[in-house]
């Protein structure tokens, strides 16, 4: 029987956004997209509708993730609520968060904040989104705002999820609203969100020097193990995607939150799974991953949170052994001197996945959408409120 303990005030959370959860998200692009589609228009699959109806069951939500032993809780915050139109902040939204937050303070559950999770404002998209040169104002803006209204009621300001994935998906692949196939806009918006990020850190740091802020990065472990050009393809892609992000940012960070789901196995230029190891939607499950991924970011000498890792498992069965290796990884990272602070499954609620609707659930809680979205904890959420009562897990 082998025991892995976890530091003293170690971070055990889950995370969801507003989009995904919230329900009735009506003032965004992706509203639009998910109600607008045309014929022949493949996703998203459904629409988001009451989601989750977490706007107004937040407090049942919270209460789940207190009874989970979690410290912690990773939320968004809705920008085109709170700014609905430009220039235009709304106090209702303000005290609505206000009162999300101080409810999880109650609780003592730390807050960590994401203030853009992949939507936007319809004003802000109709003026070109981040390819806007101006982006960066308008969203200075916002992050100077949360932090005067919110900034006593957050621990950690998370200022954008996931540039690379949202700038790729909306941008490159063409999947995600406004639906364009140009790498070159992918890098304008990419180089955007870094001038977005900068001015937010700068923004939200001059109301309080001791405010906490980061960014949130989703990062893949790339490798191959096929030939030169297979191996160097992997070794650039992790590059772009891990380093030179982190690199441009570093001097912005008081800390890395990274999302940590697969490994890319690159063979003959494409992806390839080795073995049929996956998640439903059949990303390979690959825990050593997200050592080497936790290790790579060593260098930069901030605290890392793993602020996303979990899986796409409708029937749970492979979800307990998922999180125990995933949690041998950040043991064994920690071990060779990763400042890692804490962990976050993704998530605490099966909610809206994206394009794909509601079909892939990512939940410790099935959210049973035939019966008033009842919440139903699954075996796999008492595996976890174990862990974090404990502090530690052991594995025979
Ligand atoms: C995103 C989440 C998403 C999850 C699972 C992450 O890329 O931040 O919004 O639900 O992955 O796909």
Known sequence: MKTYSFPKNFIWGTATSAHQTEGNNKNTDWWLFENNKKKNQEYPLEPSGIACDSYNRYKEDFDLAKKLNNNAIRISIEWARIEPEEGVFSEKEFKHYKEVLLYAKKLKLKTFVTLHHFTNPIWFFNEGGWLNLKSPFYFKRYAKECAIMLGDVVDMFITINEPQVYSTMAYTTGIWTPNKSNPILSLVVIINFIRSHIEAYNAIKSKRKSYQVGIVENIAHNQSDSNIIDKLAASILYFVNCDLFIWILRRHLDFIGVNYYFTNNVKRLKRKNPNNLVSD????????????????LRKFGLSIYVTENGIADSKDLKRK?????????CHNAIKQGVML?????????????????????FGLIE???????????????????KIALNNSFSVR
């Open 321 to 329: 052994e998922f999180v125990k290796d995933m949690l041998i990884s």
């Open 341 to 361: 602070k804490g962990y976050f499954y993704w998530s605490l609620i099966d909610n809206f996945e994206w394009h794909h609707g509601f079909w892939p659930r």
């Open 281 to 296: 939607l059949g990303w390979w499950i690959h825990p050593q991953g997200l050592e080497n991924v936790l290790l790579r």
């Open 367 to 385: 959210i049973d959408r035939n019966d008033n979205l009842k919440r139903r904890p699954r075996k796999s959420y008492f595996y976890y409120k």
